[in-house]
């Protein structure tokens, strides 16, 4: 991983054995200049230079587009060389990244030339990393001019899940929830007569499920609606809202979540929504882009307080009953998932 790495990722992934294989020369860099060179030797037949005397030091020459990496233990391969290996100063950062969107730990790895074994001779140069729910993630090269420096590719294979425990460990120690001894304590001293609800919206929820207009039928006390899945549209509104502590989610009588990603609310959350029910706290799960198997909350905390059992992100089928109008249901259309 050294040098101008250009990150060898992006475009071209090729499936190796629960791999995803990165070409470097598959990719503009987007925060700097590469340059693209025949060479029989690089996988691809062409790599990518980062040259002392055509690229400016610390700057991003390569990065990938983001990608979905759910949780878990992953290893990272980069296929590298230079032509001095006595250079002892920085060639390149290789790092993987979120977004921005979630908090997140980023692992990052600085290479010198003389961490290379052999001058112009291919190298791989691995590490081990976690991603605990931080959503997508970039792999990027920030070069740091010490020296040339060809990516070839960049190879990336998970190597292991966490169980719901395991996740909730990592996400705790980096994020502490105070979990009361007794939840339900904390839920009888929040009771009261008013009925309080607290909504979580998710993608296209209002085009999906008109929850704001069902909502006023039961005319609750407190209607607290925000926004809990990230929106990339400038024009759209940017969210993940989830209560920060036992007081603040169980104030609520019932929670309604719609359209959602489960995974958007870590495992503190998830944990936090589980003694919420057990206590006697009312869920209403509606279905969207994000919501169920896609949102990859399978063997999950959130999975076992729903009634019924997730798929996997892309198990679809096809409704085996026409939707019913109003009428023939006898509830308002409001309460329907609207027809098109």
């Known amino acids: 991983m050294k040098r101008c790495l250009v990150l060898a990722l992006l475009l071209g992934i090729v499936g190796v054995t629960g791999a995803e294989t990165y070409e470097a020369e598959n990719h503009d860099a987007s925060y700097g200049v590469d340059k693209r060179v025949a060479d ?18 610390r700057h991003y020459i390569f990065a990938t587009g983001y990608y979905d990496l759910p949780p878990g233990r992953y290893r990272a391969v980069w296929r590298l060389r230079t032509p001095d290996n006595t250079v002892a100063e ?11 969107d979630l908090p ?20 791989e140069f691995t590490y081990e990393f976690e991603r605990l729910e931080q959503g997508r993630v970039q792999y990027r090269g920030f070069y740091l001019g010490g020296g040339d420096v060809v990516l070839d590719k960049l190879t990336v294979e998970k190597i292991g899940d966490f169980t719901e425990e395991e996740l909730y460990e990592r996400v705790a120690a980096h994020y502490p929830l105070e979990v009361p001894d007794d939840p339900a304590v904390v839920w009888k001293a929040q009771r009261n ?3 309080d609800l607290l909504e979580l919206r998710g993608v296209e929820w209002e085009e999906l499920w008109r929850t704001a207009e069902a909502v006023r039928l039961l005319a609750p006390a407190r209607f607290d609606s925000r926004a809990w899945t990230h929106v990339w549209h ?24 719609t359209a959602g990603d489960a995974r958007r609310i870590q495992a503190t959350g998830r944990r936090m929504l589980r003694d919420y029910v057990a206590c ?30 997730l798929g996997s992100p892309w198990d679809l089928r096809p409704a085996e009953e026409p939707r019913l109008s109003g009428e023939a249901a006898g509830v308002p259309e409001c309460l329907l998932f609207p027809a098109n």
């Open 40 to 57: 029989p030797s690089a996988s691809g037949g062409v790599a990518v230079e980062c040259d002392r005397g055509i690229h400016s030091s």
């Open 104 to 123: 997140y730990i980023m692992h990052a790895v600085t290479l010198k030339g003389t961490d290379f074994a052999q001058p112009d001779q291919w190298q």
């Open 234 to 257: 400038k024009n759209l509104e940017k969210g993940e809202y989830f209560p920060p502590d036992y007081a603040s989610l169980f104030q609520y009588d019932a929670v309604l979540m």
């Open 280 to 309: 006697g706290g009312g869920l209403v799960v509606l279905g969207g882009y994000a919501s169920f198997g896609k949102g990859r909350a399978q063997k999950t905390w959130f999975e076992e307080i729903l009634p019924v059992t």
């Open 193 to 195: 007569e008013a009925l």
């Open 90 to 100: 920085p060639l390149i950062t290789l790092d993987e990244t979120a977004p921005g």
